[in-house]
C-alpha cells in the first residue's frame, strides 16, 4: 500500500522543474498539450523494495494522437555506481485523451547497504538522469533530458550504542541495560528488531539481546537493550556486533566497541 512522503525533499523540487520545463518545449509544438503532477507516493512490493510512484496526467486536446510517450530515470551515487532505474512507457495517448500515467522506480535498499554501509548511518547525495521522449503526429520526435541531485537520508543516522549498565541478577550473572539511539532521516519508517551480541576482550560470546524499533521517517528513536552475562566473563572493554532485520532491509553486523 502506497503512503504519501511527508518530506521528500529536493527529489520532487527538481523532478517537477524538469517537468514543467519538458511542458514548455512540448506547448510549442503542441499547445493543446497539458501535463499536471500528483503527489509522489512511497511504498513497498512484494519483494520488500521501496516503490516511488510519481502520477502524471497527460491530457491531449491536439490534433493528432501522441506515440512512443516514455519517461526514464537514473540514479546513481556519487562514484557512477548504479542505484537504481526505471522507465514507463506508454504507446498511444490518443487525441482527446485524458489518460494518468504512475512513473514508478523500484529501490532496493539491501542492495544498496551491500554496496556500502555508508547509506545506512550517513546522509549523501545521489545524482538523477531524468529523460522524456514522445512523437508527434506520428513522425515529429520531442524529447528533452536533465540531471540533477537530491539528497539521501540514512535510516540509521548517528546510530549508537551507550556505555553498559551492569546490575547483580543473582549470584553468577549481571543484569546488562544498554542504551540504544538513532535518528531516521530517510523518508520511509523504520520497523523491525535490532540484535546485539556483547564480545569481552578475549573474543568470547559473553551475552545476547534483541529489541524492536520503530521510528517514524524524520523521526528520533531511544530504546534499551537488555541481556544477561556471566559474571566471570565480563571484561572491562570488548565490542558488540548489532543486527538490523526490517521490512526494507537486513544488515549486520555493525560493530561497535564499547571500554
Known amino acids: 500500500m502506497n503512503v504519501p512522503i511527508r518530506m521528500i525533499g529536493l527529489a520532487t523540487t527538481f523532478f517537477w522543474i524538469f517537468l514543467i520545463a519538458f511542458t514548455a518545449t512540448v506547448a510549442y509544438s503542441a499547445k493543446d498539450l497539458q501535463f499536471s503532477f500528483g503527489e509522489l507516493q512511497v511504498g513497498g512490493d512484494s519483494h520488500n523494495n ?7 496526467g497527460v491530457v491531449n486536446q491536439g ?31 490518443a487525441k482527446g485523451g485524458n489518460i494518468t500515467i504512475y512513473h514508478n522506480v523500484t529501490l532496493s535498499i539491501d542492495r544498496l ?8 548511518l550517513n546522509d549523501t547525495t545521489m545524482n538523477v538522469n531524468e529523460s522524456v521522449s514522445m512523437r508527434l503526429a506520428n513522425f515529429i520526435p520531442v524529447q528533452a533530458s536533465a540531471n540533477f ?11 549508537e550504542l551507550g556505555d553498559p549498565t551492569y546490575s547483580p541478577y543473582n549470584l553468577t550473572h549481571f543484569s546488562v541495560v544498554v542504551p540504544i539511539s538513532f535518528e531516521n532521516h530517510a523518508s520511509f519508517d523504520v520497523v523491525g528488531n535490532v540484535q546485539a551480541s556483547m564480545y569481552n576482550d578475549a573474543d568470547m560470546q559473553t551475552g545476547t539481546g534483541q529489541t524492536t524499533i520503530n521510528a517514524a521517517q524524520h523521526s528520533s528513536f ?4 537488555e541481556f544477561y ?14 543486527n538490523f532485520q526490517t521490512s526494507l532491509f537486513d544488515y549486520g553486523p555493525l560493530v561497535i566497541p564499547y571500554g
Open 229 to 242: 552475562v556471566q559474571m566471570s566473563n565480563v571484561t572491562p572493554t570488548g565490542r558488540f556486533e548489532v
Open 50 to 56: 521501496l516503490v516511488l510512484s510519481l502520477p502524471i
Open 63 to 93: 490534433y493528432y494522437d501522441i506515440d512512443a510517450f516514455n519517461i526514464s530515470t537514473y540514479i546513481t551515487d556519487l562514484d557512477g555506481f548504479r542505484i537504481t532505474r526505471g522507465s514507463t512507457f506508454t504507446p498511444v495517448i
Open 113 to 120: 547497504l551491500r554496496h556500502g554501509r555508508n547509506y545506512l
Open 149 to 159: 541531485s537530491i539528497p539521501w537520508g540514512a535510516p540509521l543516522y548517528n546510530f
Open 222 to 225: 531511544n530504546g534499551l537493550l
